[in-house]
């Protein structure tokens, strides 16, 4: 039973997520890869971009100026492309019913998701930083021999 507990508990702490404010750390984070990285690296960052900003396009612009940039996005395929059944979302606080077989809602996500991507493409290719997407449901390595179609 102890142990059984112990693992109940991990699993909360999972989802207390400590206060983070991203806007403050972000001046930070790039302080510091600024007197790690300073030229000709190859700097790989993966992240899912959901809070990328100007200021994140600066920073990366700034890196980009003298190194090798590539930029990976994370995305789920439920960001993508909604399956044609009806769901619950949860973020442990609020809870979702989300009719999957709406057909104009599914267009509106693909829609969004695939703007939201191409804005962020061209955003960063504007300063020579490669990007690309990769999903968290395939394996990585087939995803990262299709890149063409990426």
Do not use: C, W
């Not at 899912?48 to 395929?77: C, G, M, P, T, W």
């Not at 009719?99 to 504007?126: C, I, V």
């Amino acid at each position: 039973i102890q142990f059984l507990q112990q693992i109940v508990t991990a699993n909360k702490e999972i989802y207390q997520a400590k206060a983070f404010d991203f806007e403050e750390s972000l001046p930070e984070l790039f302080g510091k890869l600024h007197h790690i990285i300073t030229h000709d690296f190859l700097v790989f960052i993966i992240s899912d971009f959901h809070r990328y900003n100007e200021s994140v396009i600066k920073n990366l612009a700034q890196l980009a100026l003298h190194n090798d940039v590539v930029a990976i996005k994370v995305y789920d395929k439920l960001e993508q492309q909604m399956p044609a059944e009806k769901m619950v979302v949860s973020n442990q606080t609020h809870q979702v019913n989300i009719d999957g077989k709406n057909k104009k809602l599914a267009t509106d996500l693909t829609s969004d998701f695939d703007e939201n991507y191409a804005q962020f493409k061209s955003d960063l290719e504007k300063h020579k930083i490669h990007v690309f997407k990769v999903n968290t449901s395939e394996p990585v390595e087939s995803q990262l021999l299709n890149l063409p179609n990426n």
